[in-house]
């Protein structure tokens, strides 16, 4: 344990594979719902918050919200469905776009001055499998 170290205090995973069809893509076409990814896409994100929240964790008081950004729309879905107040979700894709996958991290850095030692962050992802995935940290 480095003393400086950020806590990784739980993770919460789900998949909907059932939903797999909603984006598909090879070298040459990709094929996306868009409308299919965001209705299943929160539903697998509130089945599996409230999962967390069964097994004894308290997503809903954290500092901040790292997601997975793909436009406001999403973003703000996201908020309204879980009771989140968007100001406490630093957004990136404005300036960089959906960059997937990198969207947490680069956000992340990017974001690193505004939270305290202490903070506590939800990180989430969803991937278009549909998969999702919940890191709560101590900053």
Known sequence: KHP???RIVHTQTRAGTEHHELCIGNMDDMRTDTAGLLENGLELVTQTWRAAEES?????????????QVS??????????M???????????PELGNIAAEAVPLTLALNQD?????????LLGVGSGLNTAMMEVQW
């Open 4 to 6: 400086d170290g950020h």
């Open 56 to 68: 004894g964790r308290n997503y809903s008081n954290k500092q901040w919200y790292i997601t997975h």
């Open 72 to 81: 406001m729309v999403y973003t703000r879905a996201f908020a309204k469905a």
């Open 83 to 93: 009771g989140i107040n968007p100001e406490i979700i630093p957004v990136t894709f």
């Open 114 to 122: 505004r939270f305290a030692k202490g903070d506590e962050l939800l």
